[in-house]
């Protein structure tokens, strides 16, 4: 595959694009993960929800 005299451009600007996907797809897991501890230290402190569901029920 030749991509001529940019090259370099193109295969750095998908390298910055995977690069900022894969960060973005971290930050949601890492910050899931923190919402559903948060969840489970409000229901255990005694705060219900509106919608009834517990923590253990959202999966």
Known sequence: MALGPYASFIVTSYVVV???VLILILWIAIDYR???AR??????SGAVR???RSAADIR
């Open 50 to 52: 509106r919608s009834g």
């Open 34 to 36: 923190r919402q559903k």
């Open 39 to 44: 969840l489970r230290e409000l229901e255990a």
């Open 18 to 20: 995977a690069a900022v």
